[in-house]
């Protein structure tokens, strides 16, 4: 939901959004973030993620600003940057993948505004997970996969549906 009165930039930049908002040529875009099983499939991603690879452990962000364009950041549920990404306090390097846990009010056309935005500036991937129904799907550019065998993968990564939903 967007907050329906634009702010600069700067503004959005410098302020502390609980939860953090994405921010789109000048409107904050509110999700509803706060339920137990949107948190808890995010931090099952979070935990499992590192306890399967140890070396994602310092490259593994929940709720990462992402820097798309001078007027445009998401923040994606989590998402792994690549092993030479700069130290950047707002991510600016494409990570190399994005996930998107589905909250019961998403949409699929602001869902899939947010990914089209992350395939803007070069994420080779996303995983959107539905913590109710507990579906997953594998989003690459012009693609969508739904998970048929249990398993979300990109590149070297894999994660069974089943461990998120633990």
Not at 123 to 150: E, F, Q, S, Y
């Amino acid at each position: 939901m967007a907050t329906g009165t634009p702010i600069p930039v700067e503004e959005y930049l410098r302020t502390s959004w609980r939860p953090d908002r994405d921010y789109v040529e000048g409107e904050l875009l509110e999700r509803q973030l706060g339920e137990r099983v949107h948190g808890g499939a995010q931090r099952e991603l979070m935990f499992r993620l590192a306890s399967r690879y140890p070396q994602l452990r310092k490259r593994l962000f929940p709720a990462q600003r992402v820097q798309i364009s001078g007027s445009r950041f998401r923040v994606p549920d989590v998402c792994v940057l690549a092993e030479n990404a700069p130290d950047e306090q707002i991510v600016r390097t494409p990570p190399l993948l994005c996930v998107e846990v589905l909250s019961k009010d998403d949409t699929l056309e602001s869902l899939w505004d947010r990914i089209e935005d992350y395939f803007a500036i070069g994420v080779p991937v996303c995983w959107i997970v539905d913590p109710i129904g507990r579906p997953g799907w594998i989003a690459t550019p012009n693609h969508l996969d739904k998970v048929t065998d249990g398993i979300l993968r990109a590149d070297d990564i894999e994660m069974p549906l089943a461990e998120v939903f633990e």
